[in-house]
């Protein structure tokens, strides 16, 4: 079966086919709303419960979504606020792995593999290292290929702001980075 789009995801829970049109929308955007929560989280079991908890307020208002703004930003949006709320009430852990987001070289050379390897957990190491709103914004617009516009809605910040984040970040990167390889020259 084919994918379906947001719309047709709406308007099939709408039409009170919730289960079917629930699972087709965890179908497709579980795994980045997970990867939000684990990014922004820093723990993959808080990030699991956090998803956990995004999807059954997503579950409860899809009814009331009325499309001013993409579904996918409306969800992330939320389980942003979600991740937003377990910070506020525990410490978050440094993160052991990730399943996706990071590139890796697909040349296939066992050399480029373990230098990918390390670049990637270099570049993991690093983004953890941003302050959250940073990190958030990074993730977004690079790993999740969103745009400014979609990073600052699921932020809930304005487009300048955004652009600030990001610039911070990726200075913040680019010496973090730079620092790491001339220590290896």
Same mark, same amino acid.
């Given at each position: 079966?084919?994918?379906?789009?947001?719309?047709?995801?709406?308007?099939?829970?709408?039409?009170?086919?919730?289960?079917?049109?629930?699972?087709?929308?965890?179908?497709?955007?579980?795994?980045?709303?997970?990867?939000?929560?684990?990014?922004?989280?820093?723990?993959?079991?808080?990030?699991?419960?956090?998803?956990?908890?995004?999807?059954?307020?997503?579950?409860?208002?899809?009814?009331?979504?009325?499309?001013?703004?993409?579904? /996918?930003? #409306?969800?992330? &949006?939320?389980?942003?606020?979600?991740?937003?709320?377990?910070?506020? @009430?525990? +410490?978050? $852990?440094?993160?052991?792995?990730?399943?996706?987001?990071?590139?890796?070289?697909?040349?296939?050379?066992?050399?480029?593999?373990?230098? /990918?390897? #390390?670049?990637? &957990?270099?570049?993991?190491?690093?983004?953890?290292?941003?302050?959250? @709103?940073? +990190?958030? $914004?990074?993730?977004?617009?690079?790993?999740?290929?969103?745009?400014?516009?979609?990073?600052?809605?699921?932020?809930?910040?304005?487009?300048?702001?955004?652009?600030?984040?990001?610039?911070?970040?990726?200075?913040?990167?680019?010496?973090?980075?730079? +620092?790491?390889?001339?220590?290896?020259?």
């Amino acid at each position: 079966m084919d994918s379906l789009s947001d719309v047709e995801i709406v308007e099939q829970f709408q039409a009170g086919n919730h289960e079917e049109a629930f699972r087709n929308l965890v179908e497709i955007h579980g795994k980045t709303v997970y990867n939000i929560a684990l990014f922004t989280l820093n723990d993959e079991i808080l990030a699991e419960d956090a998803t956990q908890d995004a999807f059954i307020k997503i579950y409860r208002n899809l009814g009331k979504f009325k499309g001013q703004s993409k579904l /996918s930003t #409306w969800m992330y &949006r939320i389980v942003k606020n979600v991740c937003y709320d377990y910070l506020k @009430k525990r +410490r978050y $852990a440094p993160l052991d792995e990730i399943e996706e987001g990071y590139p890796m070289s697909d040349d296939g050379s066992p050399e480029d593999e373990v230098m /990918s390897d #390390w670049q990637s &957990r270099e570049l993991r190491d690093a983004v953890e290292q941003l302050p959250i @709103k940073q +990190r958030l $914004a990074i993730t977004l617009y690079y790993f999740k290929d969103k745009s400014y516009e979609e990073v600052a809605s699921i932020l809930g910040q304005p487009l300048n702001t955004i652009k600030s984040h990001l610039h911070r970040a990726k200075s913040a990167l680019e010496k973090s980075l730079t +620092r790491l390889e001339g220590s290896f020259v």
